[in-house]
């Protein structure tokens, strides 16, 4: 069995150092129904560290698993009446859900995604039985750090456990895809969903998504390390901005004749007779030259040209930047700060990651400056914006699966 493969099995195995997520669950599951979980079912957030608005487009991406989780702890419910009553730590709110009956988007609006996903087995033909659940998250909300997906995910391996219902996991990552798009209104791509359930604790991902071919890249190096900012301005997917520039990037490749901007090139992107539209010919431009960079960096990273990497992260951010036109001001001067300490200082690269409009960067740095590196990027941050910043530093994580609550102490 590959190492993919394996990473998405949803069968209980022991963890010999549980994540704090995995004993708050518990502890929070048998505090509000009085029991013990019988579940414990885990998924990772994603940190995307190139390859930006390009999946939807057919390109390549390369996001990191990352060691933020969203952990839900659940059991066959006492009150036996059908329903999945759920709760969000995070949020300090509940939610019934009728897996019986017909199934729409409402309020809670966070639980749409935990009525998207039950939808998708009930597609199937798949009702879940009755059972409770509590859920807590370490992945910042709105920090493009997959929140959602990560909710979506661990949904999902719960009903497979739940149900005996197991899923390919390419089929549960375009199940809890289709959640989002019809439960939450988010026309997103499939690297989150893909992300969270393929994650890999030996590295990156190289995710073709046209073909859906998941690879993974080493990333396991003691020298360096991901710095994972927030500028702590969330962002929303579902505002309309996301979903123009996906319109336009279906314009360009209507107007260069492709069926996706996956098979333009930059050089036909810029032709006299390319695309009319400025704006539109910027987006396509982003998208090329992005698939071009997150192959070559995926290369670069294979041979430990952490630099190289860097060097690619940074021209990313400047094209999501002007091209794409979905940093923010707060985004820019992350980078910015983190560009002006330099490789001298530490810090090989830096870009927004995620949707945009807010959320976070990830910086690549040396391991032994990243104390130095986030100390200014912090007050630094906090001088020239007046906001307050948060950080943390992630390794790659595996994906997404359960975990034995007798063995979470």
Same mark, same amino acid.
């Given at each position: 069995?590959?190492?993919?493969?394996?990473?998405?099995?949803?069968?209980?195995?022991? *963890?010999?150092?549980?994540?704090?997520?995995?004993?708050?669950?518990?502890?929070?599951?048998?505090?509000?129904?009085?029991?013990?979980?019988?579940?414990?079912?885990?998924?990772?957030?994603?940190?995307?560290?190139?390859?930006?608005?390009?999946?939807?487009?057919?390109?390549?991406?390369?996001?990191?698993?990352?060691?933020?989780?969203?952990?839900?702890?659940?059991?066959?419910?006492?009150?036996? *009446?059908?329903?999945?009553?759920?709760?969000? @730590?995070?949020?300090?709110?509940?939610?019934?859900?009728?897996?019986?009956?017909?199934?729409?988007?409402?309020?809670?609006?966070?639980?749409?995604?935990?009525?998207?996903?039950?939808?998708?087995?009930?597609?199937?033909?798949?009702?879940?039985?009755?059972?409770?659940?509590?859920? /807590?998250?370490?992945?910042?909300?709105?920090?493009?750090?997959?929140?959602?997906?990560?909710?979506?995910?661990?949904?999902?391996?719960?009903?497979?456990?739940?149900?005996?219902?197991?899923?390919?996991?390419?089929? &549960?990552?375009?199940?809890?895809?289709?959640?989002?798009? *019809?439960?939450?209104?988010?026309?997103?791509?499939?690297?989150?969903?893909?992300?969270?359930?393929?994650?890999?604790?030996?590295?990156?991902?190289?995710?073709?998504?046209?073909?859906?071919?998941?690879?993974? /890249?080493?990333?396991?190096?003691?020298?360096?390390?991901?710095?994972?900012?927030?500028?702590?301005?969330?962002?929303?997917?579902?505002?309309?901005?996301?979903?123009?520039?996906?319109?336009?990037?279906?314009?360009?490749?209507?107007?260069?004749?492709? @069926?996706?901007?996956?098979?333009?090139?930059?050089?036909?992107?810029?032709?006299?007779?390319?695309?009319?539209?400025?704006? /539109?010919?910027?987006?396509?431009?982003?998208?090329?030259?992005?698939?071009?960079?997150?192959?070559?960096?995926?290369?670069?990273?294979? &041979?430990?040209?952490? #630099?190289?990497?860097? &060097?690619?992260?940074?021209?990313?951010?400047?094209?999501?930047?002007?091209?794409?036109?979905?940093?923010?001001?707060?985004?820019?001067?992350?980078?910015?700060?983190?560009?002006?300490?330099?490789?001298? +200082?530490?810090?090989?690269?830096?870009?927004?990651?995620?949707?945009?409009?807010?959320?976070?960067?990830?910086?690549?740095?040396? #391991?032994?400056?990243?104390?130095?590196?986030?100390?200014?990027?912090?007050?630094?941050?906090?001088?020239?914006?007046?906001?307050?910043?948060?950080?943390?530093?992630?390794?790659?994580?595996? +994906?997404?699966?359960?975990?034995?609550?007798?063995?979470?102490?």
């Amino acid at each position: 069995m590959s190492t993919l493969e394996a990473s998405s099995l949803g069968s209980p195995e022991p *963890d010999p150092q549980p994540a704090p997520a995995l004993r708050a669950a518990a502890r929070l599951f048998t505090e509000r129904y009085g029991l013990a979980p019988r579940w414990l079912a885990v998924a990772p957030g994603r940190v995307n560290l190139i390859g930006e608005h390009t999946d939807y487009n057919n390109g390549y991406v390369l996001p990191i698993a990352i060691d933020r989780h969203v952990v839900i702890a659940a059991a066959p419910s006492r009150a036996n *009446d059908g329903r999945i009553r759920a709760y969000s @730590a995070a949020l300090d709110s509940t939610v019934d859900i009728q897996p019986d009956a017909p199934l729409d988007p409402g309020e809670p609006a966070w639980a749409n995604y935990l009525r998207g996903v039950v939808a998708g087995f009930a597609r199937q033909g798949v009702v879940p039985p009755a059972i409770d659940l509590a859920i /807590v998250s370490e992945v910042p909300l709105g920090g493009g750090l997959s929140s959602s997906a990560a909710l979506e995910v661990a949904t999902a391996t719960l009903l497979e456990a739940v149900t005996g219902h197991m899923l390919e996991p390419r089929e &549960k990552a375009r199940l809890c895809r289709q959640a989002e798009h *019809d439960f939450a209104g988010v026309p997103c791509g499939l690297m989150d969903q893909l992300a969270s359930v393929y994650g890999d604790d030996s590295g990156a991902l190289l995710i073709d998504c046209q073909f859906e071919v998941v690879r993974v /890249v080493p990333f396991a190096d003691p020298d360096v390390a991901l710095l994972i900012c927030n500028t702590n301005m969330r962002h929303a997917l579902s505002d309309g901005a996301y979903l123009r520039r996906r319109t336009e990037c279906v314009e360009a490749a209507r107007e260069l004749g492709v @069926a996706s901007l996956r098979e333009a090139t930059p050089e036909m992107v810029e032709a006299p007779r390319g695309i009319f539209d400025p704006t /539109v010919r910027r987006r396509a431009r982003h998208v090329t030259t992005e698939n071009a960079r997150t192959l070559a960096a995926a290369d670069h990273l294979e &041979k430990r040209d952490f #630099s190289a990497v860097g &060097k690619l992260m940074f021209e990313s951010h400047s094209s999501l930047r002007d091209d794409f036109e979905v940093s923010s001001a707060e985004l820019d001067v992350l980078v910015d700060i983190a560009r002006e300490i330099g490789v001298a +200082g530490g810090v090989l690269g830096a870009r927004m990651t995620g949707g945009g409009f807010g959320g976070c960067t990830v910086t690549l740095v040396r #391991s032994d400056r990243v104390d130095h590196i986030a100390e200014t990027l912090d007050r630094e941050y906090r001088r020239r914006t007046g906001r307050i910043p948060s950080w943390f530093v992630s390794r790659p994580a595996r +994906g997404a699966h359960m975990v034995d609550p007798a063995a979470v102490t």
